[in-house]
Nanobody, 118 residues
Framework: VQLQASGGGLVQPGGSLRLSCVASRRPFNINGMGWYRQAPGSQRELVAGITRSGSTNYADSVKGRFTISRDDANNTVYLQMNSLKPEDTAVYFC?????????????WGQGTLVTVSS
């Protein structure tokens, strides 16, 4: 089972990026997926998660700016990030399955670096 994350890069404050995570096996997308991030010197934290039923959870710091969605036909979960701030700079990881906040699944993507800087 593999999770392939992509879409990171360098963006100016106020800009947007869309991260993608493709699951190699369909059940892991259907069972939900979460996006986490880890900044230097900080613990990994949940950014957003989408459950099997389609319920979503967001960190308070990204509510109203980030949107998690999924494309079951393509085994892909997206994280649309708008109005990016320097404090969003981190390595972003996808994780599966996502059941609820506080519980991580055993499968991790390799991480994609997001840098927000002018």
């Amino acid at each position: 089972v593999q999770l392939q994350a992509s879409g990171g890069g360098l963006v100016q404050p106020g800009g947007s990026l869309r991260l993608s995570c493709v699951a190699s096996r369909r059940p892991f997308n259907i069972n939900g997926m979460g996006w986490y991030r880890q900044a230097p010197g900080s613990q990994r934290e949940l950014v957003a998660g989408i459950t099997r039923s389609g319920s979503t959870n967001y960190a308070d710091s990204v509510k109203g700016r980030f949107t998690i969605s999924r494309d079951d036909a393509n085994n892909t979960v997206y994280l649309q990030m708008n109005s990016l701030k320097p404090e969003d700079t981190a390595v972003y990881f996808c994780n599966a399955p996502f059941i609820r906040v506080g519980v991580t699944g055993p499968y991790w993507g390799q991480g994609t670096l997001v840098t927000v800087s002018s």
